[in-house]
């Protein structure tokens, strides 16, 4: 698949009832991130999707600024984050798109120890987008803060897929992607792997969790 095409497959899909399959709570990796940050730091959400985790973070004092390169997503967003006046921007950012990745990374680096957040997202990505992600994550995290990952592992190739197959995925190694994080200057704070962290009705896809930081 070329980007374009990824990009209007997923700006389809949540122009779609399909994407009303998403479940409206947060999700667990949400859960434990709130957990894990401190109160009221700043979060940026990248890959956002339906922006179930974005407004349980906003509604939970964490101001956030989301990305997403499906303008779909972001309209919605944006409308409910109008009808609920919370602390939360949402845009529109390309991580295929190294240029607009580039300056988002210098404004985020303003922010104060902020949290690079995604979920289920750098599977969705192809080569070069996990590395603009990652080297937007060094560049904003440069002065404190982490960044915040969880994405299905190549234990889940095999797996049940409740949302189907037609999705692009790359089935990642934890291992290989803490060593590119590492590669740019970053430390691993936490490293975990297994099923039972992101459950959905019959699915127990096996996921990692990892954090970084790289200040
Ligand atoms: C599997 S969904 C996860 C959505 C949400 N984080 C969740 O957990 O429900 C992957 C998300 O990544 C976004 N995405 C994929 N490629 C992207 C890219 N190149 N730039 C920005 N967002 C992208 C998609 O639009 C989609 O919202």
């Known amino acids: 698949m070329t980007s374009a095409q990824l990009h209007d497959y997923w700006d389809g899909f949540y122009d779609s009832v399909a994407s009303g399959g998403v479940p409206g709570e947060p999700s667990a990796f949400a859960r434990w991130a709130h957990e894990r940050i401190a109160p009221g730091a700043p979060v940026v959400e990248l890959g956002f999707g339906t922006a179930r985790d974005a407004f349980f973070f906003a509604n939970s004092a964490h101001p956030i600024r989301a ?3 499906a303008e779909a997503a972001v309209r919605h967003a944006r409308e409910r984050a109008a009808s609920e006046a919370l602390d939360a921007e949402f ?12 300056s988002a990374a210098a404004q985020l ?7 690079v957040y995604g979920r289920f997202l750098i599977h969705s990505l192809e080569d070069h987008g996990r590395t603009n992600l990652l080297d937007l994550a060094a560049k904003a995290l440069a002065g404190g803060g982490e960044l915040l990952l969880e994405f299905r592992t190549g234990l889940d190739a095999g797996g049940t897929h409740l949302f189907g197959d037609d999705h692009f995925r790359i089935y990642l190694d934890p291992d290989h992607v803490a060593g590119e994080i590492v590669a740019r200057g970053g430390t691993i704070t936490h490293h975990e792997a297994g099923h039972g962290l992101a459950v959905y009705k019959t699915e127990d896809p096996h996921v990692a969790r990892l ?3 790289f200040s």
């Open 91 to 102: 845009d529109v950012l390309d991580l295929y798109d190294a240029d607009s990745v580039l």
């Open 211 to 213: 954090a970084a930081t």
């Open 67 to 69: 990305y997403d390169f």
């Open 109 to 115: 680096s303003a922010l104060t120890e902020p949290v």
